[in-house]
Structure formats: C-alpha cells, structure tokens
C-alpha cells in the first residue's frame, strides 16, 4: 500500500461520530469539489465547494518536535537510499521504517487529528480535505514528511552541494557535516505499473470535445501498458500490440488499412500482427484479405 492509501484506509475504518459524513466527503472530493490544496507544517488547508457554500477547511496534525525533526534530516542526508528515494519523488517502505524507529510516523491515527470546519465538528468538508489529502499524498509523498516538519528539501539542498559551495541550511546536530554516503547498488529500485491509468480523466471528468470518456479512458490504459512493457523489458514487440489493441478498441471496428494510417506504421506490418492477435484469441476477424474487418475481442 501507499501512503496515499493509508491515508483512506484510515478515513474509511474511523469511528468518527458521522460515518455518514466521511462517505458525502469523499463523494464531494471526486466530484472535483476541493482546490488550492496546500500542504504544511502540521496542517493541510484546502477550499471545499459544495454547492453554492464555498469555505476555506483545515485539517491539522501537530508536527514533531525541532530535535526529532533535526534527527530525521540527519537521517535522510546520511544514506544514499534515502536522498535517492527523496530525488524519485517517494516515500519507501524502509524510509517510513527508518523513521518509525524516530519515532516519526507518516500516517496519524484519527484521534491524532483536528479540524477547522462546520464550529470544528466532523463534517463532510473535513472529509474531503482528508481525501484530497491521501490523493496529493499519491502525487507526491514526500508531502507527508512537510505535514510532519521534515524539510526534505532542504536536505536535499544540502546533499546536492555536497558540503561545499554556498553557506547551506544547518540542521541542530552535533553530526558531521550531511552528506549522503554509500554504494548506488544499494538502492533498491521498485516500479511497479499504475494501478489505474486513467484516475486523473476520471476524477477531473471528460477533457473538452470528449464524448466518451471510457473510449478515451481505454486509450490511456493501452499506452500506459505498453509503456510498462516496455520498462518491464517485454520487448517493443509486445508493447506494438499493446498499442494497436488500444488502437482498434478506439475505432470499435477497423481495417488493417484505417489502422495502419492512425499508427503511422506499414499496413502490412499491421496485418501481420493483427492475424497474430486473431491467432491468439485477441481479436475477432470478419472477411478476409483487403477487406478484413477487426475488431477486439471482449477482455
């Protein structure tokens, strides 16, 4: 899980005085009803439009104290795999275990948390703060160590200057000057492909002159698995067929020929892979030669 989810898991199993709310909220926030979400020192604040109500809410979780903050830097400056993971914009598992061990934790418990909203009551304003929160929290992760008072770009800064140049930031620390050290094979790489492609087409809803956004949607989760593809090391080859899949899904029912002129590629080449596709169970063929219809079979 990331954080991101940890963050909804934790508004869908709380035993808040108004379950009901944390349902409306989230509702609220995939309708496109929370903006201008900022994330800082111990607080999120974002502006809620529900209707014709329009108000600024806050959700609030009292960052640690200078001293622990202090040694969290120190921490994430002194390990290559740390700055690394910080530089690629995430949060690991290990980072998060690193800092527990600080006594730092990135996902509060409910009882942890305040608000300022509705004469500070739970409402579903608040909830739909928490879910824009756990949605930024997917964007970037390392807003969480912000919310926390972690200033990770700072160190970051820091470690860039490799101690030298400019006078940098200091941190309070009887610790030798940041620098990250280490071996670069120690850093652990973990990609893993998107879990839903089109998310962002389904949260901010049909792009203009879009009628259909499941057609386009469908588009998005075809590029997006032959990217993986070909990041995973499948080979061009399957990532083409991925591709011309997502292709003819958008067409409903295409020739090799309409196809071809869409992908920039050789007709033939096209034939060729679709009669593989056609071999494989992939996709359905009517006629045949020049005036083979395709299209693709039901996933």
């Given at each position: 899980?990331t ?13 808040s005085?108004?379950?009901r ?42 960052p640690?104290d200078?001293?622990r ?5 120190a921490?994430l ?67 969480v ?56 087409l ?6 203009p002159?879009?009628?259909?956004i499941e ?5 998005v ?30 067409q ?48």
């Amino acid at each position: 899980m990331t954080i991101g989810d940890d963050w909804r898991a934790l508004l869908a199993g709380t035993t808040s005085p108004d379950p009901r709310a944390a349902q409306r909220g989230q509702g609220l926030f995939r309708r496109g009803g929370v903006r201008d979400v900022t994330v800082m020192r111990g607080q999120i604040r974002a502006t809620v439009v529900d209707g014709p109500d329009e108000r600024v809410c806050t959700l609030q979780w009292p960052p640690i104290d200078p001293e622990r903050a202090s040694r969290a830097q120190a921490l994430l400056a002194g390990q290559v795999r740390f700055t690394a993971a910080l530089l690629e914009r995430t949060v690991t598992d290990d980072l998060a275990s690193a800092l527990a061990d600080l006594d730092v934790a990135v996902v509060p418990t409910f009882a942890e948390l305040s608000w300022t909203c509705c004469d500070n009551r739970w409402c579903r304003h608040v909830a739909a703060v928490h879910a824009a929160a756990a949605a930024e929290f997917d964007r970037d992760p390392r807003g969480v160590l912000t919310l926390r008072g972690i200033d990770h770009e700072r160190v970051l800064a820091r470690v860039g200057r490799g101690g030298g140049g400019a006078p940098a930031p200091t941190f309070d620390t009887d610790a030798d000057p940041l620098r990250a050290v280490g071996n670069l094979a120690e850093i652990v790489l973990r990609p893993t492909p998107p879990r839903d492609p089109a998310a962002l087409l389904e949260h901010l809803g049909p792009p203009p002159g879009v009628d259909h956004i499941e057609e386009l949607a469908q588009l998005v989760a075809g590029a997006a698995a032959a990217a993986w593809r070909l990041a995973a090391g499948d080979g061009a080859a399957a990532a083409d067929e991925e591709l011309l899949l997502a292709e003819l899904r958008g067409q409903r029912v295409a020739t090799a020929r309409s196809l071809a002129d869409a992908l920039g590629a050789d007709e033939d080449d096209i034939r060729e892979q679709l009669d593989r596709l056609y071999d494989a169970g992939a996709v359905l063929r009517t006629g045949a030669d020049g005036a083979a219809k395709y299209r693709a079979a039901a996933r």
